[in-house]
Antibody, heavy 123, light 112 residues
Framework: VQLLESGGGLVQPGGSLRLSCEAS????????ISWVRQVPGKGLEWVSA????????FYVDSVKGRFTISRDNSENTVDLQMTNLRAEDTAVYYC?????????????????WGQGAPVTVSS | EIVMTQTPVSSRVTLGQSATISCRSS???????????LSWLHQRPGQPPRLLIY???NRFSGVPDRFSGSGAGTYFTLRITEVEAEDVGTYYC?????????FGGGTKVEIK
């Protein structure tokens, strides 16, 4: 199993950034994918998730209305579109695979993580 | 949202000795499907987290049997026996019974 994030970088407050996660090594369409972020030196925060079929999504309150998660099961990719970015969104963003097979949004546990994409929001 | 509280915040352990980390949730983690979605993760500096234990006590593939999990309802523990140098880092509990998924604040384990 491999999860490879891309698209991180430096952006000004109020700007936008799109993260992408390319997955391989498992039946991609059967598993929910989450984005989890971590401010360097701090703890983990679950940001968003999307079901295997892509029809169910979830967002933490702090990013609702600003972030959009989507997936392309033909390309084995999950994207996180981030708009109206704030300084407090600065973090390393991990793409992470849930470990249960379900038609719904099922995370259960996170068994594989990408290496992370750093996002810095600063003027 | 369910709040996860870990103790201790840090722990210094002698090589070969045991370490125990506790995690308490603000609500029961028993899901209506009968499972308890409480897992434990380990993160070394500069690395992503890796799964150790899922559904309270199930070791993930490749995890040594020095790691064991227990608990029920709102109180859970991770025990590491015969601590090795590679066990240093930060340990997190995580609940996925109710969304949003939430994590404990972490327990940093160091070697004396």
């Amino acid at each position: 199993v491999q999860l490879l994030e891309s698209g991180g970088g430096l952006v000004q407050p109020g700007g936008s950034l799109r993260l992408s996660c390319e997955a391989s090594g498992f039946s991609f369409r059967n598993y929910a994918i989450s984005w989890v972020r971590q401010v360097p030196g701090k703890g983990l925060e679950w940001v968003s998730a999307i079901s295997g079929g892509g029809d169910r999504t979830f967002y933490v309150d702090s990013v609702k209305g600003r972030f959009t998660i989507s997936r392309d099961n033909s390309e084995n990719t999950v994207d996180l579109q981030m708009t109206n970015l704030r300084a407090e969104d600065t973090a390393v963003y991990y793409c992470a695979k849930g470990n249960c097979i379900s038609a719904g949004l099922c995370v259960a546990a996170i068994d594989y993580w990408g290496q992370g994409a750093p996002v810095t929001v600063s003027s | 949202e369910i709040v996860m509280t870990q103790t201790p915040v840090s722990s210094r352990v002698t090589l070969g000795q045991s370490a125990t980390i506790s995690c308490r949730s603000s609500q029961s983690l028993l899901h209506s499907d009968g499972n308890t979605y409480l897992s434990w993760l380990h993160q070394r500096p500069g690395q992503p987290p890796r799964l150790l234990i899922y559904k309270i006590s199930n070791r993930f593939s490749g995890v040594p049997d020095r790691f064991s999990g227990s608990g029920a309802g709102t109180y859970f523990t991770l025990r590491i026996t015969e601590v090795e140098a590679e066990d240093v880092g930060t340990y997190y509990c995580m609940q996925a019974t109710q969304y949003p998924v939430t994590f404990g604040g972490g327990t940093k384990v160091e070697i004396k």
